[in-house]
């Protein structure tokens, strides 16, 4: 007889034979020379961390589980047989998902089969010595019939009930072999009637292995749940506002690509129709139910419409297309070929403005949107209430009052005020007012701060700031200047209707004295609630940039004469000094 393996002994306890059954003594000692070798191989093991991981689709179960018991009884009866197996594994794949759960669901089932068969086997009699009683009396012992317990089929359908495993018990004794009525009955108790593996269950009852392994019988169509349509766009939501500077270091400040135009009936996005689900069905042939996909809604917004069809989103009109955070609209443009002067006279408009030309000196271009000037702004008043985009720059003759509440992109400024809610962006800044409440970047082209005050709430950047004649350059960091500056001239407009109100009170009742006085006490009490907001975006704004280190000043080159302002802090600069990153350290203007 072979040694027993120490492996497949501590993981099912089988011993191999040559097909004879020894006594009850000779396998008692082949089983303790067996848990010797496994002790002795356990103790020449190598460390844990050097053995193979667990395989998590096998179910391993010890000497003394009932399965491996009776597996035993079943090899001492008929001789060798195959080793048991019982791995949750077919051709779609294995069990990863929950498999610790799967698992100790397939242990409690077949614990409890193997642990009621085991208790149906009768124990042997101990053998008594021989008297002198028994040797006399001649009694005649009645034959006990032999012992039948035909083989039982098991089947164990997992949690999400797709698929469906069968482990046959032996017959022990004189009992029943494993037959096509035996596994016809036990699938009709069961309800497994979908996804039948019949070949299989067919040859089953003749084959080798049929007894202590698990077989895929039956195997479900899993559901496919629908997926959500989207919404697929023609134009982006977001346009990044950047420029880009050629070899040179030339911005075109022509071709800024902030504007997406579209024209009427155009579509600007449609929608990705839904896909449908597909219903699963289990092994007890119960239909599982698919989600269907959701159909999504067309942002629409003003000026647009939804085809008739209602899977795309058309312009009504031709325009500028952006994405409002929620839904697409479409602004009106304004095209002005020529220049803004006597011909056009001033521009008041809700929507967006582009002016091929110029702005003539003592015009005024008025608009909620965006502007675009490609040719040169002058003595003018230019407001946006988006993006400004002046692509040859302002001239302003100490006289220019621009106004953008976004960005401002200009070829260079000379001579204007300036203020600008977002960032500044140009080439070169000359004796100018600029109230930024962004960042001044002036890094493009010749990239100068000459004159004038610059004041910006974010940081400046720039290569040369003041000239080498020591012209006076201001640059005030930190606060809110545009903001700063709305609120001084609220102020000083409070400060007027509050004269006024007073002058009314002191005049004898009259309609128009009672209709004047209302008015101004609504005027005050709005300028009152724009003056705290004011205070605490300030507070805000204070707060962020203490976080991100605090506002600077970054310029390659700083003559004398630049005076430089952090907070409450003044600092002139009296030599020449490069590679300047100014900015405020424990209370003090540091320039390096």
């Known amino acids: ?309 209602g899977m795309q989103l058309l312009a009504v009109k031709a325009g500028r297309v952006e994405f409002s955070g929620r839904s697409f609209v479409v602004k009106s443009v304004l095209e002005i070929g020529g220049n803004v002067d006597f011909s056009t006279g001033n521009i008041n408009f809700v929507g967006d403005v582009h002016i091929h030309g110029d702005v003539s000196s003592g015009f005024s271009v008025r608009t909620i949107g965006d502007i675009t000037i490609d040719g040169v702004v002058e003595a003018a008043e230019i407001e946006a209430g988006g993006d400004l985009v002046v692509s040859k720059g302002i001239l302003g003759d100490s006289r220019a009052m621009i106004r953008a509440h976004h960005d401002v992109y200009a070829k260079y400024l000379e001579n204007c005020t300036v203020h600008c809610r977002g960032n500044l962006q140009t080439d070169c800044i000359v004796n100018c007012d600029v109230y930024c409440d962004g960042e001044v970047s002036v890094r493009s082209g010749r990239g100068t701060i000459i004159g004038g005050r610059i004041r910006a709430a974010q940081g400046i950047t720039c290569k040369i700031v003041g000239s080498k004649s020591e012209s006076v350059t201001s640059v005030f960091l930190g606060g809110q200047p545009f903001a700063d500056f709305e609120k001084e001239s609220l102020l000083l407009n409070i400060k007027k209707q509050e004269a006024e109100l007073e002058r009314l009170e002191r005049q004898p009742d009259s309609p128009t004295r009672t209709q004047r006085m209302g008015k101004l006490r609504l005027d005050l009490s709005i300028g009152r609630m724009k003056v705290n907001q004011f205070d605490k975006e300030l507070k805000k704004i204070q707060e962020k940039m203490e976080e991100q280190g605090g506002c600077r000043l970054i310029c390659d080159i700083a003559y004398p004469g630049m005076m430089l302002t952090i907070g409450e802090l003044t600092k002139p600069l009296e030599k020449e000094t490069s590679w300047v990153n100014a900015r405020l350290v424990d209370g003090e203007i540091c320039m390096m």
């Open 1 to 309: 007889m072979e040694r027993k393996s120490g492996f497949w002994g501590r993981l099912f306890g089988f011993k191999s034979g040559d097909g004879k059954s020894g006594g009850e003594e000779t396998q008692k000692k082949d089983r303790m020379q067996s848990i010797s070798d496994s002790e002795t191989q356990e103790d020449q093991m190598p460390l844990p961390d050097l053995q193979p991981k667990p395989d998590i689709n096998q179910l391993f179960l010890s000497q003394e589980h009932p399965f491996i018991q009776l597996y035993e009884k079943w090899k001492d009866q008929v001789g060798y047989v195959p080793l048991p197996c019982l791995r949750l594994e077919y051709d779609g794949g294995t069990l990863d998902e929950g498999i610790e759960k799967e698992m100790a669901r397939l242990r409690k089932a077949i614990t409890a089969v193997a642990a009621d068969r085991l208790s149906q086997i009768p124990k042997e009699p101990e053998p008594k010595p021989p008297s002198e009683e028994d040797e006399e009396a001649e009694e005649e012992v009645e034959e006990t019939p032999p012992f039948q317990l035909d083989a039982l089929p098991l089947i164990y359908v997992t949690a999400n009930q797709l698929t469906a495993w069968l482990v046959v018990f032996p017959p022990i004794g004189e009992g029943k072999e494993l037959d096509l009525e035996m596994l016809a009955k036990i699938l009709k108790e069961s309800g497994v009637s979908y996804g039948l593996d019949k070949e299989l269950l067919d040859s089953l009852p003749n084959a080798k292995n049929r007894y202590f392994h698990l077989f895929l019988i039956a195997q479900g169509r899993d559901v496919v749940h629908g997926k959500d349509g989207y919404i697929e766009d023609f134009f982006k939501r977001t346009v990044k506002k950047k420029y880009e500077a050629d070899e040179h270091g030339r911005v075109d400040y022509f071709n800024l690509n902030l504007v997406q135009n579209v024209e009427k009936g155009q579509p600007i996005c449609k929608i990705i129709p839904p896909v449908d689900g597909i219903p699963g069905r289990n092994v007890l042939d119960e239909e599982i139910p698919s989600k269907e996909g959701k159909m999504p809604v067309l942002p629409k917004g003003r000026n647009t419409e939804a085809s008739e069809d």
